[in-house]
């Protein structure tokens, strides 16, 4: 039998070293200095958060499963729609040069409708009024691809949403709902995201839920995931009703958390959890 204090000492120095690798990995996590006014001192990518596994994936553009919604939206793009007789290139040209930095710069605001609009609705809005054709539904593959293929454009690019002028209500809008209490668990986004990132929440990691890289594939999904199905998901996991994606909260919402990382770069399609 072994000495009960042989396995306390054991179990110290275990839990000292898996301490040590958190300590180390929390080091080598990289970000970029926060603006003057940030809730956060450095704003770091929920890339960093997850495993060199996970990173090396989203690395590789031939192994990045998120790439092969960038290769079907990309024959999307050329294709005919609706009574217009026109694709997404008839008025826009290559997305690589007409796209670039669009995605990098949304939700953004609409004259017209007097309202912020992010890219799922930017995109159905050119398919019923410009092409006359149907426009997609939210989580549904073509729309999902072609979110993932506009915002690839911006690869790389800062996050650079404005929040002034006319966004600014919208801008304390969202700000209201994240630090609001939802749901059964009694939590916030900043609950989590803000006073609680790196660490664990049962088996979760928690980063600071940037959304530079959105939408990304999840490997516990195997699929692209939207981020207002991500908002959703959160609202479930706290046990609370959740908004409609695309609805008005989460739209204030997603401006708000853009913000957030505003200048890290545009890494759709990622990989994460």
């Not at 007409?98 to 930017?122: H, I, T, Y």
């Not at 916030?188 to 959105?214: I, P, V, W, Y």
């Not at 959703?232 to 609805?247: H, N, W």
Request: aromatic share 10%; with cysteine; hydrophobic share 35%.
């Amino acid at each position: 039998m072994v000495p009960r204090y042989v396995g306390i000492a054991a179990a110290i120095v275990a839990a000292a070293s898996i301490a040590t690798v958190a300590f180390a990995e929390e080091a080598e996590r990289k970000g970029i200095p926060a603006p003057p006014g940030h809730v956060f001192k450095t704003i770091i990518s929920g890339y960093e958060f997850r495993s060199k596994e996970t990173r090396a994936l989203q690395d590789d553009d031939l192994e990045n499963p998120g790439f092969l919604a960038v290769e079907r939206a990309a024959d999307v793009w050329k294709k005919v729609e609706g009574s217009e007789g026109k694709s997404c290139m008839s008025c826009h040209g290559e997305a690589e040069t007409s796209m670039k930095g669009v995605g990098a710069a949304m939700p953004k605001w609409d004259d017209k409708l007097k309202k912020p609009v992010n890219l799922e609705q930017r995109i159905n809005i050119c398919r019923t009024e410009h092409m006359k054709a149907e426009p997609w539904r939210f989580k549904s593959q073509e729309l999902t691809d072609m979110t993932t293929f506009v915002r690839y454009q911006s690869h790389g690019m800062p996050v650079t949403v404005k929040t002034d002028g006319p966004m600014s209500p919208w801008f304390e809008r969202g700000k209201q709902i994240y630090y609001t209490r939802y749901g059964q668990l009694d939590l916030a986004c900043e609950s989590c995201h803000e006073r609680n990132n790196g660490k664990f929440m049962r088996a979760d990691f928690l980063s600071q839920g940037q959304t530079n890289g959105f939408p990304t594939y999840r490997l516990r999904d195997q699929r692209l995931v939207p981020l207002h199905e991500r908002f959703e998901g959160c609202m479930f996991d706290v046990r609370a009703e959740p908004f409609k994606p695309l609805s008005d909260e989460f739209l204030a919402l997603e401006l708000y958390v853009a913000w957030r990382g505003i200048g890290l770069p545009v890494e759709t399609p990622s990989v994460r959890n």
